[in-house]
């Protein structure tokens, strides 16, 4: 294993497990200069980037948060007692904070109980299938949702194949963009330069992203078959691309470790990134060339609670959540499929 395979492991289990703001002491934004930084180093910023916002309990008991050892980023808030649990796709793990307050002032009966994962769909619905229980290093948790949201497409196949029931409710879409560290020191430009053997990628995981299939066929558009094939193959192959194993909050994780120079992501998360004041920049994608993506969601088959998951579905398409939404640069769903 190369030292650059070596770094990326260790960034990879910082990533999934988080680096988040014990209590009294505040996370810093540092980005690196030069040559690549070791992952663990001092000034580096790992998930959740929120200080503690996306914890939605009201009791939290003994804060206890170690630095990169005990966190679990993609989890949020109390499930024993939980009224409404939800399982949504990581695509944009950083509005659930404020979605989640404004339905809880909606619905005050809400406040404090609910409970959210935001990992990537595939690794939601394997844990759907697994009864709902998930083992992160020596903590094993079982906790069944009332609502899944993911792309439309996911929706609906999960529909079919019986997880979910009902219609799927469609509520924001979002388009690609490329990441880059915001002084964009491998100087890209387009997507036909992300096949350039120089420059480092961290991509998404076609094996539990869908995002991955939406990105090829970006690629395609912007260089034929081959520049995916090189992204995606070769590039791959020879360490070039890294391939996240979480999902989006791994690439700007990289770009600041100096472990990656772009990325392709939804665009909602390079603003996030942006407005966060972390080092991270974006270059917009060509409409020609770009993959619009459209969220939906849907109630669990057999969920504890299917009213309250209908009622956050139906919220999410709603205008107060919109608004919340369009702050990221999602827009509202117009029709269509």
């Known amino acids: 294993m190369s030292r650059r395979q070596r770094m990326s492991c260790a960034a990879l289990v910082a990533a999934f497990f988080g680096l988040g703001v014990s209590a009294g002491h505040a996370a810093t934004s540092v980005a690196p200069t030069g040559k690549a930084s070791p992952p663990h180093y001092r000034g580096a910023v790992f998930p959740p980037w929120q200080g503690g916002a996306n914890a939605p309990a009201v009791d939290k008991g003994l804060q206890f948060t170690v630095p990169e050892v005990n966190v679990l980023a993609d989890f949020h808030g109390?499930?024993?007692?939980?009224?409404?649990?939800?399982?949504?796709?990581?695509?944009?793990?950083?509005?659930?904070?404020?979605?989640?307050a404004q339905f809880a002032q909606e619905h005050p009966e809400f406040k404090g109980k609910v409970f959210y994962e935001t990992l990537p769909p595939g690794i939601l619905l394997r844990q759907m299938?697994?009864?709902?229980?998930?083992?992160?290093?020596?903590?094993?948790?079982?906790?069944?949702?009332?609502v899944f949201a993911a792309g439309l497409k996911k929706v609906k196949a999960a529909i079919t194949a019986g997880t979910l029931t009902g219609a799927p409710i469609p509520?924001?879409?979002?388009?690609?963009?490329?990441?880059?560290?915001?002084?964009?020191?491998?100087?890209?430009?387009?997507?036909?330069?992300?096949?350039?053997p120089d420059v480092r990628l961290s991509m998404?995981?076609?094996a539990w992203e869908g995002v991955a299939r939406q990105i090829k066929a970006s690629l395609v558009k912007a260089g034929g078959q081959a520049l995916s094939d090189?992204?995606?193959?070769?590039?791959?192959k020879s360490g070039a691309t890294i391939?996240?194993?979480?999902?989006?909050?791994?690439?700007p994780l990289y770009l600041m470790q100096g472990l990656a120079d772009a990325g392709v992501t939804w665009k909602s998360e390079a603003i996030f990134q942006e407005q966060v004041g972390h080092a991270i920049g974006h270059v917009d994608i060509p409409a020609a060339q770009n993959t619009t993506a459209i969220y939906a969601?849907?109630?669990?088959?057999?969920?504890?609670?299917?009213?309250a998951g209908l009622l956050w579905a139906h919220y999410l398409a709603s205008p107060s959540a919109l608004k919340i939404f369009e702050t990221y640069g999602f827009k509202a769903w117009k029709g269509g499929k």
């Open 129 to 146: 299938k697994a009864g709902g229980t998930i083992t992160l290093g020596n903590f094993t948790m079982t906790v069944k949702p009332d």
């Open 230 to 236: 090189v992204v995606y193959g070769d590039k791959v």
């Open 204 to 206: 998404p995981n076609p």
């Open 78 to 100: 109390n499930p024993v007692g939980a009224k409404l649990v939800i399982f949504v796709a990581g695509n944009y793990y950083f509005a659930m904070a404020p979605l989640v």
């Open 171 to 196: 509520y924001v879409s979002n388009d690609l963009t490329i990441m880059i560290d915001k002084g964009n020191r491998a100087h890209i430009a387009t997507l036909a330069d992300l096949g350039k």
């Open 297 to 307: 969601s849907a109630v669990v088959k057999d969920a504890a609670h299917p009213e």
């Open 243 to 251: 391939l996240t194993h979480v999902h989006h909050r791994q690439t």
